[in-house]
């Protein structure tokens, strides 16, 4: 029998790392997908390359211009990005960092690829608990997503397509204790929103990242070398 | 009071040139979205611009480079466009003009900018009755990303974002009566899958086209100079 094919949405991040990894233990052929859409911290997809070519696992990387997404201060340069507190990260308020339909473009092209290529599951690391408020990472935005794709695609009509989000529910902490279990390589991981040499420490994802590692009671090989 | 705004998906072709004319008939400020995506009838990306300058509306086109989508005989360059009946056309078997995902990475695209510019409206000219197969033109497709992007963007869930496929029930010839009562300049449209210097008269598009202004009784300005 030969084994399911899936494309990971990939930025290099903790969640979208453990879940690539995740999808590897699960037995699937994994073909990687990285996204550049002009965000500031484009180091990410240097990270991404790096932990695809140590697990030898085929590559995707497109890259998007819409001059648009500059009205987002993880993309516009004359922007700062926000230092807010966790409480502050957390309420529910949608934040200068937003995207305008990132997880959207990045679902259709990912659709698009797993129809070209006849994959079986799309696998994204979304998460609804430990988040910044953006709408694109709801259960009910994700389940719509997946009905459009089996509906409007060649792969979705003919065979089915899944699209699979095993972090969705987790705190971050659960997904480092994950990551630790199936062996992600942390310090390889980057998810500072800012584009330094070494994460800042102040943005969203920074301190989402500290608190879950802090209470899994894990070491962050990325911030502590 | 102010307009509604709406983002048309311009591609240059008669369907939605009739969309774009349709919108402003509707009261509509419209702003169109023309995507290249390494179609093989680049020509229509010319007529869309054309269109939109004439109309004085403000224009945005991207450029997706997916080295995947030359799997679509519409795309790759060593393929052939097929030359089939139109009783084949439109038995709903999924042709190799079929593009991976593109209507729903197009409204992904359309909703992404819908949201950063805080427009009311998506338009889009989806045809379920004289088309090729294609699954991403269907009403229930189209619904379902409707709801989508309503649920995973700021504009969709804090105001609202409709996806309005006007032609979706209308048979070709009721299109080419509707474009000729709004005064669709028919004639600056391009159609043809193929990107020779006239259409060339056999690929699916061009048939179906045929026929709507055959059995309307309007001239194809485009064709017949």
Redesign the interface.
């Known amino acids: 029998m030969t084994s399911k094919k899936a494309i990971v949405l990939f930025s290099g991040g903790l969640d979208s790392t453990t879940c690539l990894y995740w999808a590897l233990d699960k037995g699937y052929t994994c073909e990687t997908l990285t996204v550049s859409y002009g965000q500031r911290h484009a180091r990410e997809v240097q990270a991404a390359q790096q932990i695809a070519s140590k697990l030898g696992v085929k590559q995707?990387s497109?890259?998007?211009?819409?001059?648009?997404?500059s009205?987002s201060s993880l993309v516009g340069k004359d922007q700062v990005i926000p230092d807010q507190s966790l409480a502050d990260i957390t309420s529910g308020q949608?934040p200068s960092t937003?995207v305008?339909?990132?997880?959207?473009?990045f679902?259709?092209?990912a659709?698009?690829?797993a129809?070209?290529?006849s994959a079986d599951a799309i696998v994204a690391g979304p998460n609804a608990i430990d988040f910044s408020g953006y709408?694109?990472c709801?259960p009910?935005?994700f389940e719509?997503?997946g009905?459009?794709?089996n509906?409007?695609?060649?792969?979705?009509?003919q065979h089915g397509l899944e699209v699979l989000a095993p972090l969705m529910h987790l705190s971050k902490t659960d997904i480092v204790k994950l990551g630790a279990k199936l062996g992600v390589p942390f310090e390889l991981t980057w998810s500072c929103y800012n584009g330094g040499d070494t994460p800042c420490g102040h943005c969203d994802s920074c301190k989402l990242r500290a608190r879950g590692f802090a209470e899994a009671g894990v070491k962050d090989g990325s911030v502590e070398k």
């Open positions: 995707h497109v890259a998007l211009n819409f001059p648009w997404l009205t949608i937003y305008p339909g990132r997880n959207l473009i679902l259709s092209v659709a698009s690829l129809d070209a290529v709408p694109d709801t009910a935005f719509t997503v009905k459009a794709i509906l409007g695609t060649k792969r979705g009509v």
